[in-house]
């Protein structure tokens, strides 16, 4: 089997009635491309640049920053690389910001609450990615967005970065696009009209399931509650896809789900651009896709999304799939 999936290092991702999509690789720093490129990755669907940040007693410099998002870019040699921007908070603190503790840590202050609040790191940040931006394909992707003003918000500040730096004479590209990931579910109910001002969404579903739920993605005692296959989660990622390309824009998954045997047949009949993975699952994903034919994946799609329960939807995809 192993040796199957060799040979399709270099091959595009298609299903066996010709349909194609992208998959990428989620990564947490440059050293991680190495194995996106031995597992033929045609993109970063996802860079995580929380590790910059954590493990040390202060922010990481402009600089510092630069030359990892540089180191990226390069590595992959003009493919698409998405880079989120600080997704702090939550399960993943920074001690020396001195944040004052929380009962809902994951409901509070975090991700693009603390970057619109605190705007010397955010900015800080966007200038670095402004800068490495004509090293390769960049493209720009805010966490934790859960209204449209934020969104706005955030875009305007980096437009401004850019047109302070383009004022002295620091080149950056010209043609960036910025998107979000969707892992709020008023995010994901409102796709329509975000769909307007974003050039593309990746779906969270790490989040996009817990919030959805109101199950703690690390808690044990409600982890019967986490289901990805439960016609309530697929039926808001259907709504983020239609509203994606009904405005022209792609839509992508950067979750665990995107790698995942069960969803995959469910993910392409619902007509997903790209799917981000640890690196590791991206050949196997791409031989199971090789062997799904879209159109059957279509009318599945289409048939779990009526029905009740998680199991359901499993049993559904077994019988229709070769798993
Ligand atoms: C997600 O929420 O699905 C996601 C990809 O982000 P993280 O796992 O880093 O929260
Ligand atoms: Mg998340």
Redesign the pocket.
Known sequence: QKAEWAKLVNEPTVSNDGHHVELGA?IGTPKDLKGVTEHGGEAVG?Y?TEFLYMGRDELPTEDEQFSAYKAVLEGMEGKPVVVRTL?IGGDKELPYLNLPKEMNPFLGFRAIRLCLEEQDIFRTQLRALLRASIYGNLKIMF?MISTLNEFREAKAILSEEQAKLNETGVKTADNIEVGI?V?IPSTAVMADLFAKEVDFFSI?????IQYTMAADRMNERVSYLYQPYNPAILRLVKMVIDAAHKEGKWAGM???MAGDEIAIPILLGLGLDEFSMSATSILKARSQISRLNHKEMKELANDVLQLHTNDEVIEAVKKVTEL
Do not use: H
């Open positions: 989620n996802l995580r997704d966490p990931m892992e969270g579903t790490n989040d996009l950067c979750g665990e």
